[in-house]
């Protein structure tokens, strides 16, 4: 059955064809989650905020449209993952809670982006230059397969593509992103210090 078939049988109740619609776009959830680092927060806080997204675009949809379900249901993940981000920053400490989207797709290299709607002038230079800080931080404290691991983690693959592709065996990328979660721990703490100071 298309997408298109499944959203109109779970608008009418269901329930198999809402669980086809989620299973479907779990990988697509789930590699838009990886893309954002929220402060505070982990990946399956976003993933869950995807998961709502998914299921307003099941609700919202409109076939009458010329878009696709693939394209709105896109659009309705990503703006909720987005909007919860923005509803968990504070004014106070807005540079130590925005997202971080970890991959710049354009150039398919590990970058490091705020999202700066409503940031004044003086709050986006200073967060470009801890993005800058945190780039360095990445280049030097991370080693280079640690580097590819966590750059095929943040494009959505599993432990065992991760492996297949670089060569390694799953236990090796298991004990490579727990050694680059403590890393980025380490950074973002350093750096937040620096910041705070």
């Known amino acids: 059955m298309t997408d298109e078939e499944l959203v109109s049988l779970a608008k009418n109740g269901d329930t198999q064809a809402e669980i086809e619609l989620f299973n479907r776009y779990k990988n697509t959830i789930t590699k838009f989650s990886r893309g954002?680092?929220?402060?505070?927060?982990?990946?399956?806080?976003?993933?869950?905020?995807?998961?709502?997204?998914?299921?307003?675009?099941?609700?919202?949809?409109?076939?009458?449209?010329d878009a696709s379900f693939s394209t709105f249901a896109q659009i309705c993940i990503k703006r909720q993952i987005q909007s919860a981000i923005r509803n968990a920053s504070?004014?106070?400490?807005?540079?130590?809670?925005?997202?971080?989207?970890?991959?710049?797709?354009?150039?398919?290299?590990?970058?490091?982006?705020?999202?700066s709607d409503g940031l004044t002038p003086e709050q986006i230079m200073s967060n470009r230059q801890f993005v800058q800080d945190l780039k360095k931080a990445f280049a030097s404290e991370l080693s280079p397969m640690e580097h590819k691991v966590l750059k095929n983690y943040l494009q959505g693959l599993s432990y065992q593509e991760i492996a297949f592709k670089t060569g390694q065996s799953k236990k090796s990328i298991d004990n490579a992103l727990s050694r680059i979660k403590k890393k980025v721990a380490s950074m973002r703490e350093h750096l937040f210090d620096e910041k705070i100071v």
Do not use: C, H, R
């Open 36 to 65: 954002f680092y929220l402060i505070g927060g982990d990946v399956e806080d976003l993933i869950q905020e995807g998961m709502i997204g998914l299921y307003k675009a099941i609700k919202g949809y409109n076939q009458n449209k």
């Open 90 to 115: 504070t004014q106070k400490n807005l540079v130590l809670s925005s997202a971080l989207p970890i991959t710049d797709e354009e150039n398919d290299e590990l970058g490091v982006f705020l999202i």
